[in-house]
Each structure stands twice: as C-alpha cells, then as structure tokens.
C-alpha cells in the first residue's frame, strides 16, 4: 500500500522521530510511504484561536496537497480529528462548498497511526521489541473526538518485552490543549500535577501517547521533577525492534545514563 505521510507542525519542528518512526514501521510492514513536500499546518491553531480566515487558506493547500493519496496517516489524534471535524467546517463557513466536499473526501482517508495499523492494515503484533515498564496516556483528542478506543492498548500489549501498566484515572486531560496552556496556566499546571502523579503511580519507566503535543506537556512536567520517567511517542515504541532502538530512544538512554 501507498501511504501519504501527514507529518504535523510538531513533528516537524520538535519531535521528528515521531515521524522518522511511522515511516521505518510502515516500511518495515511492506508499505511505502510518501511525503508531499508541500503540506504545511492543517491549520488546527488557527481555528481554536479564532482566526478561521486563516484556517482556510491552509485547509485549501492540505485539500490539495493530500487529495491524490489513498490513506494519509499522521502520528496524532489532534491533527487527525482537525481534519476530520475543522476543515469541512471552515470551509463552509466560508460558503466554499466545493472545497467542504474535497475536504470531507481526504478526511475520510485519514488515519491517525493507530487506526491505520489496526482498522486499515488488520495488524496489531507489529514486530516490534521495547523491554520496558511502560504505561499508556489516552490523548483528548484521540479518545474524544475520533476515537481510537483501546487501539492503540492493543498494539502495545503484543510488543516483546513490554509490561504495560494501567495508568489510573487515565482518561483525564493533562492539561496541555494548545493555547489553553499558556491562557489558563494555573489550571493547566494543577491538571498536568495529577497526570504526573498518576504516571508515577504506576512505576513506569516510560509514558506513551500518540500525540507529541500532550507528551511534551507531560514530559516537560515529569523533568523538572527529576522523575526519571521518559515520554516516547507510540510510533516510537511500536517502530523499536530488538538491537535496533531507534535513534530517539537511543539518545534517551544515553541522556538518562
């Protein structure tokens, strides 16, 4: 199968080996996997802020650039549930119902990482290899709004080597939500201290979830606690096999040694 690659603003900026690692797993799973050199934000900022002027220049160019593909994946519920439930809507608050229905089609053929495995490609022992403790966060948008379920549970309980550990009151926002963050910082701060305290209850090594976006709220909180408790994205984990870590978690173990 040919799959379009929708890398995200974050991955793209700060955490590349999210993607790095979706693409070396859908390789790795006879897929080839394709990255149209000119997307750019889906425009998910825009919209939450109140700009969707904005918004609608940017889901023009995401209709454009991914309208050719088949399925398009993208390792994160956030971005994923913007195109699935914002880009139809900009564009018909602008009465382009041309580009609602263009938006509506790529959307249908998008999936975050997890769906894609599961739902798309009928897989779930993806070969991968994490001897870790590693417990799982649920991400807002991956479990409210396109609602991935126990997807991606059911990927990492067929990792070699890895105990997972139920994260208690695991459906609670961490607090991060874009701009809330920064508008409602007290509030995020008092939501990101029960995550953690959450995370740390289970005596994991490791917190996973499949948006980069919540683990770099969480994993900013759990450093500056010293914790020594690491955030890896899902793709990560499922991209790792045995003698081949992959460069990100190398370098975290290097760090942590």
Known sequence: ????????????????????????????????????????????MHVNTGYPDDALRLVRRHVRVFAPYDVVVAPSGSCVGSVRHQHAMVARRAGDERLASRAEEVASRTCELSELLVD?????????????RVTYHPTCHSLRMIRVGDKPLRLLREVRGLELVELPQAEQCCGFGGTFAVKNAD????????????????????CTAGDSSCLMH???GLSRLRAGVRTVHLAEILASTEGAETAGERDRLEVGS
């Open 1 to 44: 199968m040919r799959i379009a690659l929708f890398v995200t603003c974050l991955a793209d900026t700060l955490f590349p080996e999210a993607a790095k690692a979706t693409v070396r797993l859908l390789e790795r799973l006879g897929h080839e996997v394709v990255f149209p050199a000119d997307q750019t934000c889906c425009g998910q």
């Open 120 to 132: 798309v490609l009928g897989v779930t022992d993806v070969g991968a290899y994490f001897p870790h």
């Open 187 to 206: 509030t995020s701060t008092a939501m990101l201290a029960d995550k953690m305290r959450n995370v740390l209850a289970t005596r994991a090594e490791v």
């Open 218 to 220: 969480i994993g900013g």
